[in-house]
């Protein structure tokens, strides 16, 4: 069943169009990769699903319903989550505290509930020490409170916007593991923006490529990895 | 400073407040009094500053509770103690009323339109010439609650900063904390986290509006007197401002602590230099943003960590 889809969405930065009649749409458990060269529109495409930025045109929908112009608190509580590009750990609160966010306001559960939920979730992510200052943790620690946060949710679609940037190979085959398990488990839509294109293969059942602001190709990794346009894309990227 | 001392110094403050009126005379009682009302605005006004909203509106409130206390006492024969919960309610109303439209405003665009609120009270009390007596003010003439007599005053005064301090610590333990903590760091992704952030930042500049507002009226119920130049006073916004600054912001203990100290050098300023105190402030606030920006607390609590890192080295060695 389909749980998000985008008809011909769209936005305009003044002249600059960033995301450009973009439809798509993402099932329940897939992994869906969000490709394409920087200022593709990627990160803006998870701004308008998310509720960040609000669309200049076209239409969202999540599990039939319509919304396009739902304020972004509203999407968090009806199963949308997101971790950022750049990241910001709220300062002032512990790590545990942190993951506690969203239990409290987007599931409103008690503060005694949401601690122990986040507990849950951070064990199942692997951190520890939950009493620490966010400003203490390595990045790979960041990286795994920013997908326990957005977990904290309790999410239906997830979106990442390239939580792998800045690991190591190591780690990164330690969080593609995570994120594997925890879309398995809870059978969530994830849609991933990764520019290591190794990761895209071994996470993703299907990507979409974005190139200024256009979808201009869908399918398989495999197949579009080999589209003419899709090539060019990059390669003019590069040049 | 950790929890346990932050308590010990709230405990303490306390204590001391509540047996003061077994042996001070009167001058100290009032002394007291006044540095408890501007404590408790210095609590309020940190409140909302934990949402990263800086109000430069304290003036204005106290003023628009002031003037519901006395009006409706001396327009509407309210009784005393009714008076000064009216000033409350009808501050808090109001800020509810304006809320609406100002807390979609963020930092210096939200500070300016609090001073100008404020200052738009003040020309409209001080132009209603008929109903509040205009510039020269309104007098209670059936006379003070409790007959000025400076004990009970004393304990009034004392249930207004209560009231602050119980609202404080009642943000520091529920789901203000997280909700204000949130919006302060980053609003994106607060509102990603499902946190409504106009209707946690609209409940906060109620409450903290409401309690301004009755200290205002605690006030005029304790000096039986408004004037717009003396209820909107540019002290109720700077002293205040300036004792959570010293004290170290976002938490209980640092205005009371800013507060005590302050407070006491102010009243000895106010006798030294009756015209000049506000520059002293006003220097102070600067010198504090400039050279310890997290205020005592935060040099207590740098102090008390690199303590513990030295134990941590020596126990490495
Ligand atoms: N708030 C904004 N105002 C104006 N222009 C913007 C804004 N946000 C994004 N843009 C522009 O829109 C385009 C798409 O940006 P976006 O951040 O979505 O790209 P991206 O695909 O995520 O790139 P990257 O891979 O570098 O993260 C860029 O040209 C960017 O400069
Ligand atoms: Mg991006």
Redesign the pocket.
Known sequence: MSKLTTTDLTRR??G?V?VNKVSFSMDEGEILGII??????????INLVSGI?MPTEGKIEYKGRDITYMPAHERARIGIARTY?LIHPLENLSLLENVMVGSIFARGKSLKAARKQAEKLCAELGLENLDRDPSRLTILEVKRMEIAKALSNEPEVLFLD?VMAGLNADETKDLIATVQKIAKERKLAVGV?E?VMGVIRELTHRVIV?EA?ELIAEGPYEEVSKNTRVIEAYLGGAA | MNRSTSRIITMAAIAIMMVLPAFAGDYPLQVARNVMMYMALAITWDMLLRSGQISFGLAGLVGLGSYATILAVVRGGMPDWLSILFAGLFSGLVAFGIGFFILRLRHTYFSIVTLALGEIFRIIIHNLHDFTGGPEGIVIQQGVMFGGKSGPLYWLTLAGLGVALAASYWFEKSKFHFALTAIRNNEVSAKTSGVNIFRWLLATFVITSAIQGMIGGIFVQSYGFASPDSVFSADFTLLPMAMALLGGIHSTVGPILGGILLGLVSEWLKLQIPYGHLVVYGLMIIVVILFMPSGLLGIARKAGSRKSTDENQRRAV
């Open positions: 930065f003044m600059l960033a394409g060269p920087n200022g593709a529109g990627k990160t803006t495409f930025i590009q390239e923006v520019h974005l602001g």
